[in-house]
């Protein structure tokens, strides 16, 4: 059974930083594309950045310069580097992955859209 479990988060200062780990487990061949989504309390869902399958990544402008996305295709990680947090960036993340796994019987399954449990990410003084 495949899951994305995140780590990281908590309650940081404005100007400090975070980092959040997303990990797929179970039998995962590959993380073929992986989302960074937040929402705030009363706001839509956006998303706030985007690995792609061979590196290449996008950010919302809002986090631009500030957030980096990064992979370890070895562990089958994701991680969101945050700096320079700031109090708009309150939110629960949340990881969104495309996922290709060994289902048994020599058969792969890719499935576009398994979900972290999401992670509190709260920047206050």
């Known amino acids: 059974q495949v899951q994305l479990v995140q780590s990281g988060g908590g309650l940081v200062q404005p100007g400090g930083s975070l980092r959040l780990s997303c990990v797929a487990s179970g039998d995962i061949f590959s993380i073929n594309h992986m989302d960074w989504y937040r929402q705030a309390p009363g706001k839509e869902r956006e998303l706030v950045a985007t690995?792609?399958?061979?590196?290449?990544?996008k950010y919302h402008d809002s986090v631009k310069g500030r957030f980096t996305v990064s992979r370890d295709n070895v562990n089958h990680m994701v991680y969101l580097q945050m700096n320079s947090l700031m109090p708009e960036d309150t939110a629960v993340y949340y990881c969104n992955g495309d996922i290709t796994w060994y289902a048994g019987r020599g058969i792969y399954d890719r499935k576009a859209d398994f979900w972290g449990q999401g992670t509190q990410v709260t920047v206050s003084s």
């Open positions: 690995i792609t399958e061979n590196g290449s990544v």
